[in-house]
Nanobody, 123 residues
């Protein structure tokens, strides 16, 4: 019932910027918290940033002061603006969110993941 599509990513040199976006579409009542994860080859998936439906924001130590997460509720979209990128930021970035579905007058939650977008930062 719900699809999520990521866009953005690509190749950038150190110090450059990229913006990722992730948009949910389909039938849903609302969206709860939204997050960005990343996973580098051979490493575990890491939470980069999160934003609640009340715009409460948290960042990892690495992302703090360089990345900015935001959301546009009307479009069901979460963004990750990444500035001053470093080679250590190279990873596949995934959006993650909780959507709420209205089913038989019951509000049900659904956890969804984006397909992932590769960000490669050259030194």
């Amino acid at each position: 019932q719900v699809q999520v599509v990521e866009s953005g990513g690509g190749l950038v040199q150190s110090g450059g910027s990229l913006r990722l976006s992730c948009t949910a579409s389909g039938t849903f009542f609302s969206i709860g918290f939204m997050e960005w994860y990343r996973q580098a080859p051979g490493k575990e998936r890491e939470l980069v940033a999160s934003i609640t439906n009340r715009n409460e924001i948290k960042y990892s130590d690495s992302a703090k002061d360089r990345f900015a997460i935001s959301r546009l509720n009307a479009n069901g979209t979460v963004y990750l603006q990444m500035n001053n990128l470093k080679p250590g930021d190279t990873a596949v970035y995934y959006c993650h969110m909780i959507v709420y579905l209205g089913t038989n007058f019951e509000l049900k939650s659904l956890e969804v993941w984006g397909q992932g977008k590769l960000v490669t930062v050259l030194s």
